[in-house]
């Protein structure tokens, strides 16, 4: 099968048989990394960084100088003409008319899905913003799978920033589709965003569930929050949380992924929280539990306070090989969506992405997440909200950019009202009429004044708001 062509901005871009079979081209390129100089000869990649990199964009560049290929580089927003405000859509056709291949780094959530759509050339997501990390979730994911042979019915635990930690956010659901079970210890205040957790349990079938501290000894070294069992490994003691903790503790965490609080993207409050509060540390002590007796230590890097350098020296640290992986790991991935490789895809079960409807009335309320690449003031011009609708009750939509999850307050149907402005009315999106709205119709508010804005009147169901 030939990837030539195709971009990696989720980690869902890749099915579990292409992720296997990108393995396998990488133990090749790491069998023989000086052997590979003819595989790119010609080919340009544009490494486009506009936030801070040291792994990523070194190891891609490494990566395309060891194919054979070459690298032009913009990494900083301040230096290319972002700056004097052009758009990212503009960007990406002009890089595009240079390069063959672009990896991109950005602090906007979407901004890669942009470049994609706008390039014509494949496009990687080196990270945007808080959104997702595919390439580090390759290389995290390769790391387990070359020491454990199988990712399948493996313990994994994510510790420490899960709410903005883009790496974390790929690797939880490449590990959801990989049938691992996932512990949350998220740092307090910083768990997984619940658009994440409902991804998790609608397209990925799985049960989360959220566990009191017990008054085990280990509770102040495990702050548990939340299992995420797959439907490929029961647990008869999933209703019975203490307990399951304790038996998932006993039979040991396979890997401990530890993260760096994310500062760059907190609030004012959660700045204000982190200076008080503790973020858990993992250290010497902490693995002497026997619950980490043979657990790999990952860590996406750079570290901060999160990860001791005593722990260094263990032969259980995998982040200096997890970053060593890096290069090959991105040979193989240039050199696939070049099209200068083919390979043969596994057979393998990955789940079927979710279907759903879309949202595509001219009238469309905002993505409410300040770091949306759609609502930036140079990208509005000519980007225009898209949302999947992903749940009726409550009505929920999620952008197609970010992936930001939110609930709209209110609804009005384009079918009923169009062209009869004294009968255009909305409703509570929790009355009965968003049941009754057909996806192709709905038109939904986040306030009540912005309905208003728009001509509607509110009718009988709208919840006591008015
Ligand atoms: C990560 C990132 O940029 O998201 N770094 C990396 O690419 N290895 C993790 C981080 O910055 O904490």
Not at 24 to 53: H, I, N, W, Y
Not at 328 to 347: D, F, H, K, N, Q
Request: with cysteine; net charge negative; glycine share 8%.
């Amino acid at each position: 099968m030939n990837l030539a062509g195709r971009n990696l901005v989720t980690i869902d871009d890749l099915s579990n048989g292409e992720i296997m079979a990108l393995f396998s081209l990488t133990d090749e390129m790491s069998a023989d990394m000086k052997g590979q100089f003819g595989l790119c000869q010609g080919r340009v990649m544009a490494s486009l960084f506009f936030e801070p990199s040291t792994r990523t964009r070194l190891s891609f560049e490494t990566a395309m100088h060891r194919l054979g290929g070459s690298v032009i580089t913009a990494s900083d927003v301040g230096a290319s003409s972002l700056a004097k405000g052009e758009s990212i859509a503009d960007t990406a056709r002009i890089v595009g008319s240079y390069a063959d291949i672009i990896v991109i780094r950005h602090p906007w959530e979407g901004a890669a899905r942009v470049v994609a759509d706008y390039a014509g050339i494949p496009v990687i997501n080196a990270g945007d913003g808080g959104h997702q990390h595919p390439t580090q979730t390759l290389c995290d994911l390769y790391t387990i799978f070359k020491e454990r042979q199988t990712i399948k019915g493996l313990k994994i635990a994510i510790w420490g920033d899960l709410k903005y930690g883009r790496t974390t956010h790929s690797l939880i659901f490449a590990l959801a589709r990989f049938g691992a079970d996932i512990l949350f210890y998220p740092s307090p205040g910083l768990e997984v965003p619940q658009h994440i957790i409902d991804k998790l349990t609608t397209e990925y079938g799985g049960e989360v569930e959220r566990v009191a501290p017990s008054d085990s000894a280990d509770r102040d070294l495990l702050p548990m929050d939340a299992i995420y069992t797959t439907p490929s490994s029961p647990h008869q003691l999933a209703m019975m949380p203490d307990i399951s903790v304790q038996v998932e503790l006993q039979e040991g965490v396979d890997a401990l992924y530890v993260t760096r609080p994310q500062k760059e993207r907190f609030t004012a409050g959660e700045e204000a929280k982190s200076a008080g509060g503790k973020y858990p540390v993992v250290d010497k002590k902490l693995l002497r539990a026997k619950a980490f007796r043979k657990t790999l230590v990952m860590h996406p890097l750079p570290r901060v306070d999160e990860l001791a350098y005593e722990v260094d020296a263990d032969e259980r640290s995998m982040y200096f090989k997890q970053a060593a992986r890096g290069v090959p790991v991105r040979m193989a991935l240039l050199a696939l969506l070049l099209g200068t490789r083919e390979l043969s895809i596994p057979g393998m079960d990955s789940p079927a992405p979710m279907e759903y409807p879309v949202y595509h009335h001219e009238i469309s309320p905002r993505c409410p997440n300040p770091r949306c690449v759609s609502i930036q003031s140079t990208e509005t011009k000519y980007l225009k909200s898209e949302f999947k609708i992903v749940k009726t009750r409550p009505l929920t939509l999620r952008c197609v950019y970010c992936e930001h999850g939110f609930e709209p307050k209110f609804v009005a149907s384009a079918d009923w009202h169009e062209h009869k402005i004294d009968t255009r009315k909305y409703h509570s999106a929790d009355s009965h009429w968003v049941t009754t709205i057909r996806p192709e119709n709905l038109i939904a508010f986040n306030t009540e004044e912005e309905a208003q804005a728009h001509g509607f009147k509110p009718s009988h169901f709208t919840g006591g708001h008015h």
